[in-house]
Antibody, heavy 117, light 112 residues
Framework: QVTLKESGPGILQPSQTLSLTCTFS??????????VGWIRQPSGKGLEWLAN???????YYNPSLKNRLTISKDTSNNQAFLKITNVDTADTATYYC?????????WGQGVMVTVSS | DVVMTQTPVSLSVSLGGQVSISCRSS???????????LSWYLQKPGQSPQLLIY???NRFSGISDRFSGSGSGTDFTLKISRVEPDDLGVYYC?????????FGAGTKLELK
């Protein structure tokens, strides 16, 4: 049974760094072809893909967020991480992690993040 | 970036009815490996998105055969037959052929 769960700070101030953790079970990020992606969704709006990390540590980022994103993984502890630097109110959203099998086949419940001064 | 255009924005349907949702991509979604990575997701109210269809026409585990996907290249369709109350929500198409991954803006399925 595949499960994923996101955790994060809940609220942070503009210019701070957002650190998110995805803790998963039922698969391994050391398995060939496996990946984890991060996707966000502002309240009442659509889905925006942020980043993917693959079993071989290959990483891909959404260029619209320029150099603000860093994705990483801890294979031993079944975790993936996402950092977003210099956050702004526009980064307020629900953040999801999902298993990436060339599609996002299992999703976490999401974590709400609010950026506010 | 590949732009995914979904139509219509919203749909009203009677229980037991049939609906179709269109998704068009600004570029072909055929990958160099020959696969087409076009997926359909449903986000029910207050829930995370869930995968319905992957690689155009393959139903994900546990998905009813009332859901069917078709299409090729840049033009794709999701059909839902015998609509049930649990089918209501927002449907998204998404592509994983070319980075960055992109999603359509969504189609909201409501009861008539």
């Amino acid at each position: 049974q595949v499960t994923l769960k996101e955790s994060g700070p809940g609220i942070l101030q503009p210019s701070q760094t957002l650190s998110l953790t995805c803790t998963f079970s039922g698969f391994s990020l050391s398995t060939y072809g496996m990946g984890v992606g991060w996707i966000r969704q502002p309240s009442g709006k659509g889905l925006e893909w942020l980043a993917n990390i693959w079993w071989d540590d290959d990483k891909y980022y959404n260029p619209s967020l320029k150099n603000r994103l860093t994705i990483s993984k801890d294979t031993s502890n079944n975790q993936a991480f996402l950092k977003i630097t210099n956050v702004d109110t526009a980064d307020t959203a629900t953040y999801y992690c999902a298993r990436n099998n060339w599609d996002f086949d299992y999703w976490g419940q999401g974590v709400m993040v609010t950026v506010s001064s | 970036d590949v732009v995914m255009t979904q139509t219509p924005v919203s749909l009203s349907v009677s229980l037991g009815g049939q609906v179709s949702i269109s998704c068009r991509s600004s570029q072909s979604l055929v990958h160099n490996n020959g696969n087409t990575y076009l997926s359909w997701y449903l986000q029910k109210p207050g829930q995370s998105p869930q995968l319905l269809i992957y690689k155009v026409s393959n139903r994900f585990s546990g998905i009813s055969d009332r859901f069917s996907g078709s299409g090729s290249g840049t033009d794709f369709t999701l059909k839902i037959s015998r609509v049930e109350p649990d089918d209501l929500g927002v449907y998204y198409c998404g592509q994983g052929t070319q980075y960055p991954d992109t999603f359509g803006a969504g189609t909201k399925l409501e009861l008539k």
